[in-house]
Every structure is written in C-alpha cells, then in structure tokens.
C-alpha cells in the first residue's frame, strides 16, 4: 500500500511517499506560510495562496503515482492564525483534500513517534512557528510541550540581530518547565535540524541517507549559530544549502542551542524520520 502525507508548516510544505513501512522519498517546498503572522496573528493572501498551490502540487504527485492514501496535515502556523479556516478552505478548493490541523500535543507524539520509530527517546523539533520538546521512556511521556516560538517568528520579531534573538529566545522557552533531559538520547528533526547537519557535512544538494543520525554538541552549535549570525544572508546562500532558509537558519541555530540548554542536553542526532512518519503511525492506528 503506498500512503502519502503532506506536512503543512510554517515555512515549508513536506511530501513523504510510503510504503511496506518503508519511506521512500520526501519532497520540499518553502512557502513561508507563518510569514509576519508573529504580528498579525493572520496569515496572509500571498502566503495563503503559495501554499495551497504547494499543497495542490504534492497532492497531484501522490495521484499520479497511484498513492492509495493521501494525508495531509497543518501545524502551528493554521492552528494558531485567526484565519487559519481561510488556507484551509483554499486548500480543498484547489485539490479537494482536507487538512487536519494538529494540536501541539499530537504534532510532539507523532515527532517522537516518528523519531524513535514507536519506541522510547526525545525529541528537540525546531519549526517555523513553533519548538516541540518530548522526552518518553518505558512506553509513557514524561515530558511533551510544544511552545510558539520557531525560526520564522524568531526572524519576525528579531531578525538576524544575536542581542534581540536572544532576549526573544529566553522569554519564549521559560514556558518549558525545567526538566533534565541529560540522560536520554535526544533526536533533532524538521527542517532547522536538517540544515545543521547538512551544513556540518559541507552538503549542497538535501541527503537525508547522510544527515541523518549525524551527531551535533551543544558547543558546536552555538559556535554555529555564531559563524552564521556574522554571514551576510548572501554568504550563507552561497556557501551552505540554505537557499531559501538563509535567513533565518542562524536564528533557528541558536534556538536549537538554548533549547538544548534548558533541557541540560550535551548533544542531539539528526533524525530524518519524523511527524511525517509519526503521523502515518497515528492515522494507521500503530500508535
């Protein structure tokens, strides 16, 4: 059976092709959806009308392939618009599918669930609009929150400046309770994550098979965030494979590292599986 899911973020839409358990290939395309919406709390026409042609696009794909499933799903940014309804609506007016929007809650566990393929482990998922942290061991959640603030908010209300980046930072993740995550095996996923690791490997072009399971420390990190924040947007473009994402990558870097922190995580490892597979797991009814 090939399944398909469609994730529907803030500033990116994701296609993922499945089948026999197995993911065979996943697609990208930056839309910038959550664009402004940190001071609006709307989602503009523009990126409203960007986005459900991404979407109607993915969805001809899977068609055309002959998918038997089809899911699609949208995170922080639709869930928190006032106008979230209005994509929404476009979305099936373009191609007939119809969305779920995700709680924070459900994006985490399919996160972890995608991540750690069903079993035990955590989660850092540094998205446009929103950061989810979920620690499970012994089958059981100890700790699952989803705070709203991501690498396209960051840029929104800070841009590219380290000072106001991080006073933005630190009061956006005192809404994490203070939990030791130090002894647990701590996976980093979504597009943030992605970009570090392939930017640690000196990759040009996306290569899921190498970024992931790449293992990242906090110290490389945060000198990462620093070397990026100095770049000119033009720089990082030129030299890394953030095309698109170049300027809010170094933010989204930081944010990584402070979370990291909080959390009294020393390292985090790629993990190329994600909420796409999680939520295939839950709509399937394996979780």
């Known amino acids: 059976m090939k399944i398909y899911a469609i994730d529907i973020g803030s500033n990116s839409v994701r296609l993922a092709a499945m089948a026999d358990g197995k993911t065979l290939f996943k697609r990208l395309i930056t839309t910038r959806l959550g664009e402004g919406l940190s001071s609006t709390c709307m989602l503009s026409a523009e990126a409203i009308e960007r986005t459900a042609q991404a979407v109607s696009k993915f969805v001809r794909i899977a068609e055309s392939d002959g998918a038997d499933k089809v899911y699609a799903f ?18 099936k007016q373009l191609c007939g599918i119809d969305i779920d929007v995700i709680s924070g809650e459900t ?26 942290v979920s620690i499970r061991a012994d089958g059981k959640m100890l700790y699952s929150k989803s705070v709203d603030v ?24 005192k809404d994490y309770a203070l939990f030791d995550a130090g002894s647990f095996c701590m996976h980093a996923i979504g597009g943030t994550a992605s970009r570090l690791g392939s930017i640690k490997h000196g990759l040009k072009e996306y290569r899921p098979e190498i970024t992931d399971g ?25 030299t890394t ?3 698109s994402s170049a300027d809010i990558v170094g933010g989204g870097c930081l ?26 797991l839950l709509k399937e009814g394996r979780l």
């Open 255 to 280: 944010l990584t590292a402070e979370v990291m922190r909080r959390f009294n995580v020393g390292e985090i490892t790629v993990s190329e599986s994600d909420n796409l597979e999680g939520y295939v």
């Open 241 to 243: 494979i953030c095309g």
């Open 150 to 173: 991501g690498t396209v908010r960051l840029f929104d209300l800070a841009g590219r400046d380290k000072s106001k980046l991080m006073k933005t930072i630190s009061a956006k993740i």
């Open 107 to 132: 994006e985490a566990l399919c996160g972890i669930s995608g991540a750690c393929n069903g079993g035990d482990g955590g989660i850092i998922d540094v998205g446009g609009a929103s950061t989810e």
């Open 74 to 91: 949208a995170t922080a940014a639709v869930r928190s618009a006032k106008n979230g309804g209005d994509f929404v609506l476009r979305a």
């Open 214 to 238: 790449t293992v990242l420390t906090l110290e490389e990190i945060l000198n990462l965030a620093d070397k990026l924040l100095s770049m000119s947007v033009g720089e990082i473009r030129a």
